[in-house]
């Protein structure tokens, strides 16, 4: 293992992160509800009677947020550099897998860890060891 | 409007900045944190640090008090247990999230960013969401 220092923003990580928690806190403290975006997602696909109303302004804050920043700032870089089939194949996996696994890494990473909770523990552990384990095959073992 | 619409909206654009500010709207940035045997980056592990930090006394606070400040209730989730389906669907999800760097936050700021590589994968991964509940539904009979 070898830092990548060129790559490495620790302020601008730390900082996001605190903001990212401020979301958390908002909704928590003022909507009673968990930051838990595939959660969120997946609601609003199952039209909860209720909490329809929230989950969807919870999302367009979300999808406008970089309108917002172009107000001020240019939009910081996004390099997407996976091809149209995996991407399609990746989406999937994350799509029935947050579902299934109750959470994503808002849900279980950020809301999960902050409650002490054993449950989003394991599984912050267990997503975390398979993204690692999927990027050394592909780029080490397959060398894509 | 009711009042927890527009709280809501507050909350998803703090966290969609967040995402942004923090690089993590940017699939490159984590699949350099996922590799962890090559040129590592760790910046993702600082924004955890920086989201739990807020986070700890966030949740304690809330689960002491039980009711929001505009005085509805907070719900928390209180299973414990750990099962399959927690573990078999994190594996998906990490493999899935290894494979395009995305979850299921950055790739709705990604989207409305306007990158259209992103709405492709949001398209699937709600796709991959409405299979689910639908193959779910008719197991529950």
Known sequence: ?144 | MKKTVITAFASGLLFGLGLLLSGMANPEKVLGFLDLFGAWDPSLALVMAGAIAVGLPVFFIAGRRGRTLLGGQIQLPTRRDIDRPLVVGSLLFGIGWGLAGFCPGPAVVATGAGEPKALVFTIAMLAGMLLFSFVERRSDG
């Open chain 1, 1 to 144: 293992m070898t830092i990548d220092w060129n790559a490495f923003t620790p302020y601008s990580a730390l900082a996001g992160g605190v903001l990212i928690g401020l979301g958390t806190a908002v909704l928590l403290l003022l909507n009673g509800r968990i930051a838990g975006i595939s959660g969120i997602l997946g609601g609003l696909l199952t039209r909860t009677p209720g909490e329809t109303g929230w989950r969807l302004a919870f999302t367009v804050g979300l999808l406008v947020g970089p309108a917002l920043w172009l107000l001020v700032h240019a939009l910081p870089p996004i390099h997407i550099n996976t091809g149209y089939p995996l991407l399609v194949a990746a989406g999937l996996l994350v799509g029935i897998g947050t579902r299934y696994g109750s959470g994503c890494t808002s849900g279980h990473g950020v809301c999960g860890l902050s409650r002490l909770s054993p449950r989003s523990l394991v599984a912050t552990l267990t997503f975390m060891g398979a993204g690692f384990a999927t990027v050394f095959v592909v780029r080490h073992l397959l060398g894509v």
